[in-house]
């Protein structure tokens, strides 16, 4: 069974930075974040697959940055040059299956359905204000 706990949301000037952390249990093929706008439909921003392949939505590169510390089984969201358009919550999501590597290989997270993550985080809170 996967666990994910997230943590490191906050409020933020326009510009500024903040990093997200997700403490993961269990055996993932992939790792993600998605975000969830007031009134939007959840999106994915960013994720990594275990063989290191990164993917990001359009609207994040170059501002943020996924990682994973395999030592610590922590998922990291770097997140600079923060907008008032990055304002949500933003979840953790984990899969174990080639299916959704794959999509998020070939595709894009920012372009897949959340469905294709199985295991969800609690989410994390992140304001940013202009």
């Known amino acids: 069974q996967v666990q994910l706990v997230e943590s490191g949301g906050g409020s933020v000037q326009a510009g500024g930075s903040l990093r997200l952390s997700c403490a993961a249990s269990?055996?993932?093929?992939?790792l993600g974040w998605f975000r969830q706008g007031p009134g939007k439909k959840r999106e994915g921003v960013a994720a990594?697959?275990?063989?290191?392949?990164?993917s990001y939505a359009d609207s994040v590169k170059g501002r943020f940055t996924i990682s994973k510390d395999n030592a610590k089984n922590t998922l990291y969201l770097q997140m600079n040059s923060l907008k008032a358009e990055d304002t949500a919550m933003y979840y953790c999501?984990?899969?174990?299956?080639?299916?959704?590597?794959?999509?998020?290989?070939?595709?894009?997270?920012?372009?897949?359905?959340?469905?294709?993550?199985?295991?969800w985080g609690q989410g994390t809170q992140v304001t940013v204000s202009s």
């Open positions: 269990g055996y993932t093929l992939t």
């Open positions: 999501a984990a899969d174990t299956t080639q299916a959704t590597r794959r999509v998020v290989a070939d595709i894009g997270v920012g372009r897949i359905s959340p469905v294709y993550f199985s295991y």
């Open positions: 990594i697959n275990n063989d290191g392949t990164t």
